[in-house]
C-alpha cells in the first residue's frame, strides 16, 4: 500500500519506520529536513511538501503538533488533493472539536477518515508497540486498522469521530492524576523513614498500585528502568503532559464535566512546565515535593 506519512517528529519517525518494515510504500513529509534524512535512512520515499506525498497515496496518516496545524494541512494539502478513495488516519493529540470538523469536512469530500491518537511515547512509536485509539465510523475502523496494527500492539474502536481524542485526554489526565499522587506517595514514605524500594515492594501489590508506580517509576532505581534512571531525560516530556491536560480542561469545561483532580494536576504541571522544566520526563514532577 502507498502510504503517505506527515508529520515525521520524535512520534511519526519510528512509526513511519516501522510502516516500511511492514511492507508499505511510505511517502513522507517534514518541514525537518533533519527528519526527512532519517526517514530516507528508514527507507522512506522523501516530498517537498504535504500536497505532493498525498498525491497517488491509497492512505495518509498525520501526526502533527495541534488542531491548527491538522485543520490546515487536511484543508489546504489533502482533502481533495489525496486521491479519491483514500483512508485518512490522523494520529495527532488534538481537541475532540477539531477532530470532528476535519472529519466532516473529510466526508463530504467523499474520504473515510479517523482520528487515532497513540499513547505509549517514543520507544512504543519505535518499537511498534503503540496503543491506538480510534473514533469513525465501522467502516473508516476496519479500513484503517491493518495500517495501526503494523505500527501498534493494540488498537481499540472508540466509537464516533472525535472519541479517539476523547480517550486519549481522559486517559492522560488519569495519568497525570496518578504520577503526582505516587510522587507524593514516595515522598511522603521516605520522610517517614520507609525506604523507597520496601515501599515499591508493598505498594506494588496492594491497593495503591498504578501504572505510575510499577512500569515508570518516578524514584531512580526502583522499579524497572524508566526516565527517572536517566535523570529524566527522555520518555513522555512535561510540555506534553501539559498540552493534555490542557486539552482535557477545555473538554472538561465544554462537557461540563467536574474534574477537581485533572485541575489541580494541570496547574502543578503548568507550574513544572513554566519553571523550565518542559523538556524533562513528566515523571520529574517529583523534585518539586
Aim: net charge negative.
Amino acid at each position: 500500500m502507498k502510504i503517505a506519512f506527515i508529520g515525521l517528529g520524535n512520534m511519526g519517525g519510528g512509526m513511519a519506520a516501522n510502516l516500511v518494515k511492514a511492507g508499505h510504500e511510505v511517502r513522507a513529509f517534514d518541514l525537518s529536513d533533519e527528519a526527512l534524512e532519517a526517514a530516507e535512512e528508514n527507507g522512506c520515499t522523501t516530498f517537498g511538501s504535504a500536497r505532493d506525498a498525498a498525491e497517488h497515496a491509497d492512505a495518509v496518516v498525520t501526526m502533527l503538533p495541534n488542531g491548527a496545524i491538522v485543520r490546515d494541512v487536511y484543508t489546504t494539502d489533502i482533502i481533495g488533493q489525496a486521491p479519491e478513495g483514500a483512508i485518512l488516519l490522523d494520529c495527532s493529540t488534538i481537541d475532540v472539536a477539531t477532530a470532528r470538523d476535519v472529519i466532516a469536512l473529510a466526508e463530504e469530500d467523499g474520504y473515510e477518515m479517523v482520528d487515532a491518537p497513540v499513547s505509549g511515547g517514543i520507544a512504543a512509536a519505535n518499537a511498534g508497540t503503540l496503543t491506538f485509539m480510534v473514533g469513525g465510523t465501522q467502516s473508516a475502523f476496519e479500513r484503517a486498522r491493518p495500517i495501526l496494527e503494523a505500527m501498534g500492539k493494540a488498537v481499540i474502536h472508540a466509537g464516533q469521530a472525535g472519541n479517539g481524542q476523547a480517550a486519549k485526554i481522559c486517559n492522560n489526565m488519569l495519568l497525570g492524576i496518578h504520577m503526582i499522587g505516587t510522587c507524593e506517595a514516595f515522598r511522603m514514605a521516605e520522610k517517614l523513614g520507609l525506604d523507597p524500594q520496601t515501599f515499591y515492594d508493598i505498594s506494588s501489590v496492594s491497593s495503591g498500585q498504578n501504572w505510575s508506580m510499577t512500569s515508570y517509576c518516578p524514584v531512580p532505581g526502583v522499579g524497572p528502568q524508566s526516565p527517572s534512571d536517566n535523570d529524566y531525560q527522555g520518555g513522555f516530556a512535561t510540555a506534553l503532559m501539559l498540552k493534555d491536560l490542557r486539552l482535557a480542561m477545555e473538554a472538561a469545561e465544554s462537557a461540563d464535566a467536574a474534574v477537581p483532580m485533572g485541575q489541580r494536576a494541570a496547574a502543578l504541571y503548568e507550574d513544572f512546565n513554566g519553571a523550565g522544566n518542559g523538556g524533562l520526563d513528566f515523571s520529574a514532577i517529583i523534585k518539586t515535593l
